[in-house]
């Protein structure tokens, strides 16, 4: 995932936030550049206007933050398993995403739900990284055939997997 800065500060605003802190985040964002170092030359400054900034020990808490709000509307969307009586829709570690539903069905409706919201955000999914895992086990193969649209490109997944 990958994160538009501009969008940030309307993240940080729907969570509730104070005015103050986000101008705060605002300024550290404000300008931000970078330049690569060769072996005998300086390139001239990059500007940076995506993602969070990198080094700052504020980055991996802003980045939470942002993310937050993607996995608020995941988890309220229509798909999701049934576990001990709890809803499972979403596992999330760092940047990635792991998305539960029952069926290829509700696990699109996922995905539109998760699409929509990341364009408000500005996160676009990288779809040559994504995968999807459909199981059934009232089939003899228990793999099944699927394709999926994230961010209105098709990711399709044939069988079979190295692991089937």
Same mark, same amino acid.
């Given at each position: 995932?990958?994160?538009?800065?501009?969008?940030?500060?309307?993240? #940080?605003?729907? %969570?509730?936030?104070? &005015?103050? =802190? *986000?101008? @705060?985040?605002?300024?550290?964002?404000?300008?931000?550049?970078?330049?690569?170092?060769?072996?005998?030359?300086?390139?001239?400054?990059?500007?940076?206007?995506?993602?969070?900034?990198?080094?700052?020990?504020?980055?991996?808490?802003?980045?939470?933050?942002?993310?937050?709000?993607?996995?608020?509307?995941?988890?309220?969307?229509?798909?999701?398993?049934?576990l001990y009586?709890?809803? #499972?829709?979403? %596992?999330?570690?760092? &940047?990635? =995403? *792991?998305? @539960?539903?029952?069926?290829?069905?509700?696990?699109?409706?996922?995905?539109?739900v998760t699409?929509?919201v990341a364009?408000?955000?500005?996160?676009?999914?990288?779809?040559?990284?994504?995968?999807?895992?459909?199981?059934?086990?009232?089939?003899?193969?228990?793999?099944?055939?699927?394709?999926?649209?994230?961010?209105?490109?098709?990711?399709?997944?044939?069988?079979?997997?190295?692991?089937?």
């Amino acid at each position: 995932m990958l994160t538009e800065g501009r969008h940030i500060f309307g993240t #940080l605003h729907e %969570l509730g936030l104070p &005015d103050g =802190l *986000i101008d @705060l985040v605002r300024e550290l964002y404000h300008g931000c550049t970078t330049a690569v170092h060769a072996t005998d030359r300086v390139t001239a400054e990059i500007p940076i206007w995506s993602g969070v900034r990198q080094g700052y020990p504020l980055s991996p808490i802003i980045f939470s933050l942002d993310t937050e709000m993607l996995l608020r509307a995941m988890a309220v969307s229509s798909g999701g398993l049934d576990l001990y009586s709890q809803k #499972l829709s979403v %596992l999330a570690y760092t &940047d990635d =995403l *792991i998305l @539960l539903a029952p069926d290829a069905t509700q696990l699109q409706q996922m995905l539109d739900v998760t699409s929509e919201v990341a364009r408000w955000m500005g996160l676009h999914f990288n779809v040559t990284k994504c995968a999807s895992l459909h199981i059934d086990g009232r089939q003899n193969s228990h793999i099944l055939d699927s394709t999926l649209m994230i961010q209105g490109q098709a990711r399709h997944e044939p069988p079979p997997y190295p692991w089937a």
